[in-house]
């Protein structure tokens, strides 16, 4: 049987995301098949076909699927799954993917596996709890495994690839939902939970202005900037800069904390980068527990300084 | 209109989670408990929907031993009008748990479900969804702010890369993310004041809903631990590491 990936984008460019979750999923079979629902979105199919290890594309290009409406997609996915044509149906933890898959799961009456980070077997799948604090593996005996993926954890694949692009023509619209606006940080920097690069900054900073101080170093590491939930509590910055267990986990190359103390909730988000740097004047803070490199500094004579040096 | 605010019972959020020794679970011993902070997000949302003039009745389940019924009382504190319990000593995953409020859903006829986007122990983030799904109810999942009007409510979502609002039909499922509000604290007289309002338990055995999961734990175990590093005197010296020993810049 083979597995159903869902592909991420936004009618444009496919998502990196999706090249990662094709790698759990070649961990589990061999014959995947990539979905690419949305509007005017051929484009995306090509880019998902190049993809190292998928078998076929399916291209559902509809008004419907325009702003990805969980209702909508759901059902096309269900639809897609009704002939138990697949014994996995993949897609990114994403908020796009947290939206639709559980609903995917209930339509086909078999329970979804969320986040994971590492396939074991075919049926077994390990994901963390409590927060990052606790590693479950689990298995499921479900005839449909219904799965998000930790892009973050899977390398992505290569590309160089040519499968064939085929048209879908199933058009569901739930009559429930309806799209209103989009309102999308406009930012000419990488993508949080794609960047080689990270630069957060939590309540140390004080206030949202001071946020500048960590554009010129993330400028010159062409790094992407985060925060702590404290930070966007406070209403410094908002909330899809946030890393940690709330907000968005990211393992990137470099991770550099800033006036950050280091709750349980953070790290959730970020200890699994390759190398953490921590900058905090506090000698006890909890953060410096799991940074590769810690500077007991205050954060106002030390940005300017690395901003300088690097 | 009504809403129905399913709540859930977890392991406080500042509690430090210790994984047994065995390996079967996270060792929940004489640990505290608390109402899941999400949760806390929904109860105060369909409080404030009330207050303001929109919502007739604020309805509270949450299903459990009996020992859920102290995060009723909680909520019921709060200014939900009444709670609904439905006992079980099995642990049960998010179907499941969908499929008991899909029956809740079916008596009580509420307008509006708002409940938490994820529990912070298991983290799945599915249960609002499925609800969702199983009585074919939109869903506005994430949600930053909930404006009803005139038989429908728009929900702004917090997506990746920014904000997203759609439109739903009432009946619609909500589920909440951390700006959406701040909730309140219960205060004393408030507290006192719960214990008389109405809480009916009800067997979730009773309903005839398949409580068994195909998804087994075969173990818990505890993460990696990361070995903290070294401290560096200036930053001078930690440009170089970051060069020459990291080699990441």
Do not use: W
């Not at chain 1, 908002?238 to 990211?250: E, L």
């Not at chain 2, 109402?35 to 509270?60: D, H, Q, T, W, Y």
């Not at chain 2, 409510?153 to 739903?168: F, H, S, Y």
């Not at chain 2, 001078?236 to 060069?243: F, H, R, S, Y």
């Amino acid at each position: 049987m083979a597995i159903l990936l869902i592909a991420d984008h936004d009618n444009k460019q496919l998502k990196a995301e999706t090249g990662k979750v094709l790698t759990a999923a070649q961990a589990i079979g061999s014959d995947i098949h990539i979905l690419v629902a949305g509007l005017q979105c051929r484009s995306v199919a090509e880019q998902a076909a190049q993809l190292s290890g998928v078998t076929r594309v399916l291209l559902a290009d509809d008004t419907v699927y325009q702003h990805q409406l969980a209702e909508n997609i759901a059902a096309l996915v269900t639809e897609l799954a009704k002939n138990n044509e697949y014994s996995h149906i993949l897609t990114a933890a994403t908020t796009t993917g947290k939206n639709f898959l559980p609903r995917v799961a209930a339509l086909l009456d078999v329970a979804q596996i969320s986040d994971i980070i590492a396939v074991e077997s075919p049926d077994t799948f390990v994901r963390p709890v409590y927060a990052g604090n606790a590693i479950a593996t689990v298995q499921s005996t479900d005839a449909v495994k219904v799965i998000t993926v930790r892009a973050s954890a899977f390398a992505a694949v290569a590309t160089g690839n040519t499968a064939t692009v085929e048209t879908v023509t199933i058009s569901k619209d739930s009559g429930v939902s309806r799209f209103i606006s989009e309102e999308l940080t406009k930012s000419e920097r990488p993508e949080l939970t794609a960047a080689r690069v990270v630069i957060s900054g939590g309540r140390g900073l004080q206030n949202g202005e001071n946020f500048k101080l960590l554009e010129g170093i993330a400028d010159k590491l062409n790094a992407a900037i985060g925060a702590s939930r404290a930070a966007v509590d406070a209403g410094f910055v908002p909330n899809d800069m946030q890393v940690g267990q709330t907000g968005k986990i990211v393992a990137p190359e470099l991770y550099i904390a800033v006036g950050i103390s280091g709750a349980i909730q953070h790290l959730a988000g970020m200890k699994d980068s390759k190398v953490i740097v921590a900058i905090n004047k506090d000698p006890e803070a909890p953060v410096f527990q799991v940074a590769d490199y810690g500077l007991v500094a205050d954060l106002f004579t030390a940005l300017p300084e690395l901003e300088a040096l690097l | 209109m009504k809403i129905l605010v399913p709540v859930k019972r977890v392991i406080d959020f500042n509690v430090k989670v210790r994984v047994k020794p065995d390996q079967s679970g996270v060792d929940l011993a004489n640990v505290k408990m608390a109402m899941n902070p999400f949760c806390e997000i929904a109860v105060e949302e369909a409080v404030r929907l009330k207050e303001a003039g929109i919502a007739s009745e604020v309805i509270v389940v949450s299903i459990g031993p009996a020992a859920v019924q102290e995060q009723l009382r909680t909520a019921l504190a709060l200014g939900a009008d009444r709670a609904i319990h439905l006992q079980t000593e099995q642990s049960l995953d998010s179907l499941p748990i969908a499929k008991l409020l899909a029956k809740v859903v079916a008596e009580e006829q509420p307008q509006l479900v708002i409940l938490g986007k994820q529990a912070i122990d298991s983290d799945n983030n599915q249960t609002g969804q499925m609800l969702a799904a199983l009585t074919g109810m939109g869903q506005g999942t994430f949600a930053s702010k909930v404006v009803v009007n005139d038989g429908k409510v728009q929900v702004t979502r917090e997506i990746d890369g920014g904000l997203q609002t759609v439109e739903l039909t009432l009946p619609a499922v909500v589920s909440t993310d951390l700006r959406l509000n701040e909730p309140r604290y219960a205060s004393l007289p408030n507290i006192m004041k719960a214990k008389k309002k109405p809480l009916e338990t009800k067997q979730a055995a009773d309903y005839g809903v398949t409580l068994t999961s195909n998804v087994t734990t075969l173990k818990v175990a505890a993460p990696p631990v990361r070995k903290a590093g070294v401290k560096v005197e200036s930053v001078a010296q930690l440009v170089d590491k970051l060069k020459h020993e990291a080699k990441v810049i």
